[in-house]
């Protein structure tokens, strides 16, 4: 499987190696790359099925193609041409631009596909072909105080949770320490191996990062009465 | 020095024990803790240079006050309240709302006092009184996908470089690599040693992701013709 060809479907060649026609222009669509059973790629599917339900099913469907790979491409020479990070979530938009880390597909997403800053975030009625103006689809705050507090606990999140802060061997995210392996076994390749004290560290991370989190967050969702980012940031990480 | 009293410098009260007077209120500002020697905290002080040369200044002015604390202080229960985390930049806004993390900061300034979305982002004339209106400022680009090229460089500034993804004991940015001694020493406590193994990765995940950039960046600005927050975000930790 190669996903320089994946990534251009219309026209089965590298971008870098055809002039795409003014058809295979029209018909190239920006890439979704993404693993089953990864959290932080979860939330890019969340926002799109969230957004799906709230009148844009079928701009995102004309405008975005999933392509859902194996744990074991990661590490593949296609894969490194799409993230050099060898992680998913990777987005490749339609211009060509290569895009990773969730939080950055997640604002690109919002900004391109989402919310109208200028129409307040509102579209026209329900379902399919419904226009922007109706009520607001909630999915970023009205008020600037708002959106950075649900920004922080995204980044809370992303930096002391879900992602290692370095792509060497063995330096793995605070969440690795609920299912990694101190020594190679079958579940745990040898360049992502948590010795024993490293474990305790980063399990007392995560009761740390938790006990600020049950302090600061508001009610029915994390950031008060509608759904945010931080909502589908936090729930596919607490369920994992 | 208790910076639960600093950050409400009109009312020498915590914002939690006094109702504030209309007067109070009026004069309430938010509040930037800085530490002088911080890269992460440079890029706030830069944004608020930029903007301020930018016809801002007198808006910044007003609504915004920096606190300049000492490293020492970053460990002390008042900090603590400002930011349980112990890191500089922090800042609270004017409505009491506390924030950390540097990006989160730039984000805020950048929604509250910077380009106005609806506006393109331009204010008319320049110095002190301009208004919206005139040549766009350009710290935040101005398609979807040159704003998430400049979210990506910010990201993996952040993660790969400058921030530990764990609060523990020796546990420690990329960046630390360049000046963290592996035993106790007058510059290095022991809550911040490194180890050699650690240092040797850290060391090459910086020649990895400065490498990754080197073929990325555009020019003259790391996203081509204008200034971004991608550049107020690496200038002070190339500097560093």
Chains 1, 2 share one sequence.
């Not at 870098?16 to 890019?44: G, L, M, W």
């Not at 975005?64 to 041409?81: K, M, N, P, Q």
Request: some cysteine; overall charge negative; hydrophobic content about 35%.
């Amino acid at each position: 499987l190669d996903f320089a060809l994946v990534r251009m479907p219309s026209s089965a060649k590298s971008i870098e190696h055809s002039e795409p026609s003014a058809t295979s222009q029209t018909r190239r669509k920006c890439v979704f790359y993404d693993v089953a059973h990864s959290n932080n790629a979860a939330r890019i599917r969340l926002w799109m099925r969230v957004q799906g339900g709230r009148g844009r099913r079928r701009l995102l469907e004309d405008s975005i193609e999933t392509v859902t790979i194996g744990h074991d491409d990661l590490c593949s020479e296609s894969y490194a041409r799409v993230n050099p990070l060898g992680k998913v979530p990777a987005f490749v938009t339609d211009a060509g631009l290569h895009l990773f880390e969730a939080s950055v597909i997640m604002g690109y997403l919002e900004d391109r596909f989402g919310d109208d800053p200028a129409s307040g975030g509102r579209i026209d009625g329900e379902g399919e072909g419904a226009t922007r103006g109706g009520p607001s689809l909630g999915l970023v705050p009205d008020t600037p105080d708002d959106r950075a507090f649900v920004n922080l606990l995204v980044r809370i999140h992303d930096l002391y949770i879900a992602s290692p802060n370095c792509t060497q061997p063995s330096f793995s995210h605070t969440q690795g320490c609920m299912y990694l392996d101190p020594t190679e076994t079958e579940f745990t390749p040898a360049s992502r191996t948590m010795d024993v004290k490293t474990r305790a560290a980063k399990a007392a991370e995560i009761f740390k990062q938790l006990g600020w989190l049950e302090g600061r967050i508001r009610r029915p969702f994390m950031a008060g009465e509608s759904m945010t980012h931080a909502d589908l940031t936090w729930f596919p990480t607490s369920v994992f």
